[in-house]
């Protein structure tokens, strides 16, 4: 399984706003999404609560690519992997308004 339960994106634009996106899992990485050569990811006003995966970033895993990834207004919240609760990237995310709490990596 290559992960991203909700969302696998490969050179595209991401781009979600006012998504709930909870209870998700993937074996492997990113319990909600998987964003693989991704050149630029926007998520607003949005929730994700309880997702989990097995290896890297319970809400989303960036494995690589010319990423820009901004986050704001949203809650982020009760998330698990085994490494980067929320997220695992090697890239700067620019976080605002942003609830994040309760999460974890083993």
């Not at 097995?54 to 990423?67: A, F, L």
Request: hydrophobic content about 40%.
């Amino acid at each position: 399984d290559m992960g991203g339960r909700a969302i696998y994106a490969d050179k595209a634009i991401v781009d979600i706003d006012g998504a709930n996106m909870n209870n998700n899992s993937a074996h492997g990485d990113g319990g909600v999404m998987w964003l693989r050569s991704v050149v630029n990811a926007t998520i607003n006003n949005s929730t994700m609560r309880h997702n989990r995966a097995t290896d890297n970033g319970g809400v989303m895993s960036v494995s690589s690519g010319d990423v820009g990834l901004h986050i704001s207004n949203c809650t982020l919240e009760a998330n698990f992997a085994q490494n980067g609760g929320v997220v695992k990237a090697n890239l700067n995310i620019h976080f605002s308004e942003t609830l994040i709490s309760s999460n974890v990596a083993e």
